[in-house]
């Protein structure tokens, strides 16, 4: 038993030996290192960037007025069609003008009597007047005419006062409208009752151009001032207005920036104005400013894919001695598509690589065989 025992542990270690002769073997044929990566490599040029920057923006009716009724009563008559366009002193609606025509009629009634009043008023003081020449009248009679006709010239106007005041609330039983627009849906009916200067009647804005709110950062009140107040502006496509990826096809022109900056938000307002010939812009509406970039010097442009970022900075590798490549701090600026604006750190005639950057490292050896020409961005 004692002779087996032993025979199995010298297999055993016979065995373990084997195996560590072959792992020894495999040692000394390690597999070769890989091929250098593969890279493309481009030359940066200076280019036209053309490009724009794009704000948030609400459509507006330049001028839009809520109707209210300015007497009280009921609506005799609806004289539009609902969503049509108004001519300035087209009559809307109509109130019930019954009892503002009996007033008027009662005040000038009361006026006439009034009328008559200071008549006869002035006819006594002038005899009691021709009395006192002959000294056949108290003095005390004629100044009591005098006051008398005082007293009822001031009636007399305030009947007249009164007539006006009633006359008006007949002409406001018609509600007209104030300028050339749209209106609305009516938010009354006939016979509905209203209160003055409380019941909302309806809604008319102009349509034929619109104004277009955003807002700007206070850094870029300087450049919109300059747009402001270049007048060539007016009729190039310098302002375009999107909704998602449709282009509305008439350019705006700037007309104002408001008066001061939100200190909450560091913003400030400015309107554009746009025609809407068509009648497609409806006030409330959103979409996008488009602003055509000022640049007027030329920009170096490369694919964003051969920009790298590590822990908030952008680089960019550069191909130098022995096929080896480095990295080169950017600053990038405005994104163009597929491509972005370097504002600093490359300059024309650099040659950097654009493709299979994410195979690479500071130092790396790579495969990039003959630099391409500059890009045509």
């Known amino acids: 038993m004692n002779k087996n025992l032993i025979s199995q542990v010298k297999h055993v270690i016979f065995l373990v030996a084997l195996c560590a002769m072959a792992s020894c073997g495999n040692k000394s044929q390690q597999a070769p290192p890989p091929p250098p990566p593969q890279v493309t490599v481009e030359e940066v040029s200076l280019t036209d960037a053309i490009y724009y920057d794009e704000f948030p923006a609400t459509i507006a009716a330049l001028n839009q007025v809520e109707l209210r009724p300015q007497v009280s009563g009921f609506i005799t008559g609806v004289h539009f069609a609902d969503g049509s366009k108004v001519r300035k002193g087209q009559l809307l609606y109509s109130i019930d003008a019954q009892l503002y025509a009996a007033n008027y009629q009662q005040a000038v009634a009361g006026g006439q009597v009034q009328e008559a009043n200071l008549n006869k008023a002035k006819k006594d003081a002038s005899r009691y007047h021709e009395l006192d020449k002959e000294d056949a009248v108290a003095k005390q009679l004629v100044d009591n005419a005098d006051a008398a006709v005082e007293v009822a010239r001031r009636q007399s106007a305030a009947a007249r006062a009164n007539i006006q005041a009633v006359s008006t609330s007949v002409k406001y039983t018609k509600v007209y ?32 151009e619109l104004a277009v709110d955003f807002n700007i950062a206070q850094n870029d009140i300087y450049r919109f001032t300059n747009m402001l107040n270049d007048k060539s502006a007016a009729s190039d496509s310098t302002f375009t207005l999107a909704f998602n990826n449709d282009i509305y096809p008439y350019p705006g022109k700037m007309v104002l920036i408001d008066r001061a900056v939100n200190p909450q938000t560091g913003t400030i307002k400015a309107r554009l104005v746009f025609p809407n010939n068509d009648n497609t812009l409806k006030a409330g509406m959103n979409g996008t400013v488009r602003v055509k970039n000022s640049n007027k010097t030329q920009s170096i442009v490369i694919p964003y894919k051969a920009v790298v970022e590590q ?53 790396v050896k790579v495969n990039m065989g003959n630099a391409l020409p500059a890009a045509k961005k």
Do not use: C, M, W
């Open 177 to 208: 409208a104030p300028f050339n627009g749209v209106i609305g849906i009516s938010l009354v009916k006939s016979g509905a009752a209203v209160t003055a200067g409380q019941t909302v009647l309806n809604t008319v804005s102009s349509n034929g």
């Open 311 to 363: 822990l908030g900075e952008y680089f960019v590798y550069i191909p130098g001695d022995s096929s080896k490549v480095s990295q080169r701090k950017v600053v990038l600026g405005k994104q163009i598509g597929a491509n972005i604006i370097i504002n600093d750190g490359l300059h024309a005639g650099d040659k950097i690589v654009t493709q299979g950057v994410q195979n690479l490292r500071e130092g």
